[in-house]
């Protein structure tokens, strides 16, 4: 099977068997060593000096995970959508009691540096912004850089809350050169692993706002992950086969080389968009947004997705995703993270130039 | 390394190796069969016609799940405690606004049904009690099935919410028979999985008290997990490779008969406490309430616990788990749930005694 969804990721065979390894004792010198070891290559990945923390969940606790700990009931929030993860971003501040204002963006487009400041300007109260690095709904990259410049540098004492579920890891990210404050990633995109663990990283700002939230927090709350982590613990009991895997998969990651998997990203990812215009599909956003890590295509005219995608899978084995809520059926997405190559692509070319012929 | 810890468990080589299999699509058709295939193995080791919930998180996690789907802020509960884990339910239901009582049992002991009694007629407007089924830091096994004859049939709309994180799959438990509201457990127990995964299983009172809830949820939020199930997907990427090996063990569980788990638990529950009394040491809680998933033993006087893990760790490549709280150095457990044999005993059986001798 060739999988090519944003996430879960095909799994590299070595990273894969390191999980058939015994249980260890989670509370023991062994793990101990994994937890340093792995928590100092996220660093690395994350580009921060701040701490990093390793969850047992999905991206989605990790979004939470964000919020519960920076936030406290009516503070007023921006929330920068633009698809549905970055509006899943600000439904999880409302149900906690945020004040959400929302910015939402057309789908296909990345958020203009205008629109947040219209937002700021018109809502000086605004004590954070929550923005999706990666939106894989529509295959639209933010520009981080731009935004943090925008948030962090005109604008004083605003904490960026960034979802970079889908790019830490693939997408070029400097958590401390771009002074963000909370950066939130997935085991099963870029990091080649398996889903189950989640990443995140608190700036010192942010470890003050979180002294000071008074939203309820339990299996997420940070201070917790804080004080195991002196005694080379988590918390709660993690998922210790996923740890086996990361600590192979970051052993592969900072040996290549992270600025080289971002170009391997890169490459892969216009390779990709160049191939499916080449066959006569339009991409969904224009080039200048358009993600490496999933390419959205949009279906051809008078089709659905539904049907394309039955027939990659029953003739070519090939899995993509179709698009998400509103785009479901005029859309579909062909994911290359990870260690995805031309070799993987191709077959996934063939199967859609059969399909639209 | 013979893991005697109570959790993380030793899982069987072939369950620890179908977590090897390549990742698949969580929203496809291959995870629906795995999910819904599960789901119902998992019914059938609940004793429950009711829905039960996988959660990729800890036990920890699934104890939040308990409360935060169920409860309302301000809503008196009672909490009763025989150890850490009972603390820690209490402590959830209060972060997250509930008006907690506590009843706390003396480490060691068991909660005796009048204790309950005498607090819900203390208290009249308690909604709900918190029990710990098995309480893993002093090695006590409630009474379930006793404490829910005295809360669901000498009183009236009391949610029984049970913290079965390591007795399900391991102790007798009959949710539909004992009328429980909410069981929740984790797979790092008697389930011979790694940890990472968790399963909660909500009555019809149950829900009911979640659709007034109001305490505030998202990725424990079982509505959405009801809502995907429908479609066969879970709502929040799962540990894909988990799942397969969840797959696997509850295959194993069904063959062997739940009633023959359950016996096989008492089996070496029993072995255990026996061998280590011959040798020389007592056991911490009396015989009638001792666990049969994991033995607190007293470390004998003027020594510690620390230095006993420490020799038979060096001389045994036998890992024990310390004390919990306060009795972190008074006494020591062993762990036996799952697949535990004679054989896994008696080399623990043989470093104790050298080191009492």
């Known amino acids: 099977m060739n999988l090519r969804i944003p996430g879960p990721i095909p799994v590299p065979e070595d990273i894969l068997e390191t999980m058939s390894n015994p249980m260890i004792n989670h509370r023991g010198s062994e793990f101990k060593d994994i937890l340093y070891r792995t928590t100092e290559g996220l660093k690395t990945v994350f580009g921060t000096k701040a701490p990093v923390y390793i969850l047992t969940g999905s991206g989605t606790g ?62 000086p109260g605004i004590k954070a912004v929550l923005v999706t690095h990666n939106e894989t709904s529509t295959g639209v990259a933010n520009d981080l850089e731009e935004i943090s410049n925008v948030v962090k540098k005109e604008y004083e004492n605003k904490l960026l809350l960034v979802d970079g579920v889908s790019s830490v890891a693939s997408l070029p990210t400097y958590m401390d050169l771009w002074e963000c404050d909370v950066i939130s990633t997935a085991s099963q995109k870029g990091w080649m ?19 000071k939230s008074d939203m309820p927090k339990f299996y997420f709350d940070i201070g917790q992950y804080e004080k195991y982590f002196k005694m080379g613990q988590t918390p709660w009991t993690p998922a210790v086969s996923l740890m086996f895997a990361l600590d192979l998969a970051l052993e ?8 080289n998997v971002y170009s391997r990203h890169k490459e892969i990812g216009q390779f990709t968009r160049n191939q499916v215009r080449r066959i006569g599909f339009s991409i969904f956003p224009e080039e200048k947004v358009a993600s490496n890590t999933v390419t959205a295509v949009n279906v051809p005219d008078g089709r659905q997705s539904g049907e394309l995608i039955a027939f990659m899978k029953t003739n070519y084995d090939v899995v993509l995703a179709a698009g998400q809520g509103e785009l479901k059926e005029k859309i579909f997405r062909i994911g290359h993270m990870g260690k995805t190559t031309r070799n993987d692509i191709k077959p996934v070319i063939e199967g859609l130039s059969k399909y639209i012929s």
């Open 193 to 211: 692993l398996p889903p189950g663990l989640a990443f995140i990283s608190f700036s010192d700002f942010a470890i003050n706002a979180y002294k």
């Open 62 to 123: 990790a979004m939470e995970t964000v919020i519960v700990n920076t936030l406290s009931k009516g503070d007023k929030v921006l929330s920068i959508s633009i698809g549905t993860f970055g509006e899943r971003f600000g439904e999880i501040a409302k149900i906690y009691g945020a004040d959400v204002v929302y910015l939402k963006c057309l789908p296909g487009t990345a958020v203009a540096v205008d629109q947040i400041r219209n937002c700021l300007d018109e809502h």
């Open 252 to 259: 592969q990651i900072l040996k290549e080389g992270i600025e």
